[in-house]
């Protein structure tokens, strides 16, 4: 279900398609990004790859089969997994984190002080690409109360061939399952039954707007094509991390933003 006018939004319980966010866990949004922008995205990526040697180790994060030498690629860029925490490192996606439609979404859900609390681009690039396994983010970061989203914005059309989001519509309502695992591979111990889950295509442009405690995947890219989105994760600044002992190190927000 699309957000066709956000200018329109007043109140999250006056508009169905937020209350889709409340009852469902997530909705769409077509053309959050108009085609400049993306192009403007596709060239900051190139900056960074002509930079990778001088940017900080933790922006670029590669392909797994591509570092073991499963897989050879002919581009550095083509072996990118995803770009991690870019608003803490580069100017220009700071500066997205506060996309005026972007905030609208998430102020009228979160409300006025946010936390930019992550921000990614995951690049899954074709033939060396792994599947995302089930997860919920607040697994990751255990912030309560959950007022956390997520915007996962597509940059290529989004298929369920090239490894569109997956989605168990209604999962945020059982808060966090029990998860496990190391890094990337952190994710939940049993996986939903097939008939419980939805796949998401998106066009180029559109995002899905999510619940942070939303069961999601994403399979591997099975096409010659790419497959980069956008992901930004903001909460309300009266989350509280209320324990240390989680298996991820949670830092510092990324941005604190105000309406």
Known sequence: MALPDLGKVKSVMENEYLQQFHQQGYFTVPALLTEAEIKAVFAEIEQIV???TDVPDELIQYEPRVMSGEVAVDRLELAIRKLFRMAVHNAFFARLARHPRWLEIAHALLGPRLNLVQSMLLMKPPHCSTAKVWHQDNAYFRLFPCHLLGFWVACDAATVENGCMHVVPCSQHAGIVPHQGAGDEYGAVHSPPAAEILAVPLAAGDALVFHGELLHATPANQT????????????ATDCRRLRDDYPF??????QVIQA
């Open 249 to 254: 190190r949670l830092p510092a927000p990324e």
């Open 224 to 235: 010659d094509q790419r497959r980069r989105a956008l992901q930004y994760h903001y909460a």
């Open 50 to 52: 002509e930079r990778y």
